[in-house]
């Protein structure tokens, strides 16, 4: 069937199952922004929309008098970039599918957008097609790609002009945005579209259900593209493919919804800081649980890493990234194409998260228990049920609880004055 350009019909599109299957991807902010590389990738809106003194202050004393945003452009040098090497570490990660920043709300273009004169990475800065080689180099390594596009621009005088219409006039959109978009298309080929900027006009300004239609209907990606939620204001969790809500939603139950979780390495920014601390980085445990939680609760969980203005990926981000993949070496199976189980969580704590594959369950345990045996109230076991830890050969004893459930004895741990960290997951086979 063919969609209508409205929501009625294109929310009816059913999800391309690739998306829910893969769980987890890697977010990547890059841009003109990377190159102060301080506060966050809003710089140039804290700096010269809102005039913030601290901006103001780090602008003067870093760079000449007089300086624009605009100079900062071709010093965006993307010189160390390899996009092979990317690939090969998202890929090590764990990662099935990749979003890269296109553009974000300064309007720069990392491919050379044909609406974009002089402010795409093309004509200045690094002079090259960023989104083409990071797609070619993705491709190569089996992982899917995913464009995010900011909608909007904040300084854009298109923009500005339709803003001040009150977004009777379209002439940013008709001219910028949607050529932009399109163009993406025809010429990437993305698996997904991470669409932003939506919040300050409604989806009729955007013509989204028309482009949306289009991407579902004709374009060369129409059985295979996912997008988010983020096409107007009022659009986000309620229209599109899957919903983001907003950036680090965690729902507290398990909504009808497919949905994702974006977050960041850095706790405090999405683009590279030169000076963040070690303490503003999240580490291996809380990367492995917000994992967890999400896949339990049906979502897939993107984590974001911002390359600096030569397009290295700081290495303390390479050793988080590499962490979770090695997690994932271990404990994939509960992962990768799971889906809900009937119980997401155990009631007594939220440190025992469940997934499930047909009729196998899997108990993902953040903390091991004290004296080495796990209780777990939810499952129900029967005469012949087999309990194994994954990455441990051979299955475990477990006797029935008194209560409820069953207390799984653990495979004896190397005493350590710290208890380990960073989850495992248990394989139930029999149990209801």
Not at 86 to 103: E, H, I, N, S
Not at 395 to 415: A, D, R
């Amino acid at each position: 069937p063919r969609y209508r350009p409205d929501w009625a019909s294109l929310d009816a599109r059913p999800l391309p199952a690739w998306f829910d299957q893969a769980k987890v991807g890697v977010f990547v902010h890059w841009g003109v922004f990377s190159v102060p590389a301080w506060g966050s990738e809003w710089f140039w809106w804290h700096w010269q929309g809102l005039h913030d003194a601290a901006y103001e202050r780090f602008v003067r004393r870093r760079f000449p008098p007089g300086t624009t945003y605009a100079e900062f452009a071709p010093l965006f040098t993307a010189h160390d970039f390899q996009p092979r090497q990317w690939a090969q570490l998202f890929q090590r990660a764990g990662a099935r599918y990749v979003v890269l920043t296109t553009k974000h709300h300064e309007g720069f273009t990392n491919w050379g957008s044909p609406v974009s004169w002089n402010w795409n990475s093309v004509d200045t800065g690094p002079h090259r097609d960023l989104v083409g080689e990071l797609g070619e180099a993705l491709r190569e390594s089996n992982l899917r790609y995913g464009l995010y596009h900011s909608l909007m621009e904040w300084f854009n005088p298109l923009y500005l002009a339709d803003k001040q219409s009150e977004f009777k006039t379209q002439s940013f959109v008709l001219r910028k945005t949607m050529p932009e978009l399109y163009d993406l298309v025809l010429k990437y080929k993305p698996d997904l579209i991470w669409s932003d900027g939506d919040w300050e006009a409604p989806d009729s300004y955007w013509n989204s259900t028309s482009f949306l239609a289009w991407l579902y209907n004709d374009s060369p990606v129409k059985d295979t593209v996912v997008v988010n939620d983020r096409w107007g204001r009022g659009c986000s969790c309620r229209h599109g493919g899957f919903y983001n809500c907003a950036d680090k939603y965690r729902p507290g139950t398990l909504p009808e919804h497919k949905w994702e979780m974006c977050s960041s390495l850095d706790r405090l920014s999405w683009g590279y800081r030169s000076n963040m601390s070690l303490a503003e980085v999240m580490d291996e445990m809380g990367m492995i649980e917000e994992l967890v939680q999400t896949v339990s609760l049906g979502g897939n969980y993107l984590l974001n890493v911002g390359p600096t203005k030569e397009g290295v990926i700081a290495p303390i981000f390479q050793e988080r990234l590499l962490a979770l993949g090695r997690w994932l070496d271990t404990n994939g199976e509960a992962i990768y194409e799971s889906r809900p189980w009937r119980v997401q969580m155990e009631n007594t704590t939220d440190t025992v998260w469940y997934t499930s594959k047909g009729p196998v369950v899997f108990a993902i345990f953040l903390l091991w228990p004290r004296d080495s045996v796990l209780h777990l109230s939810s499952p129900i076991p029967c005469p012949d049920t087999q309990v194994t830890l994954l990455g441990f050969a051979g299955t475990l004893q477990w006797q029935k609880h008194p209560g409820e459930g069953m207390l799984i004895t653990l495979p004896y741990m190397l005493p350590s004055p710290l208890p380990p960290r960073s989850g495992w997951a248990m394989k139930l086979e029999g149990v209801k």
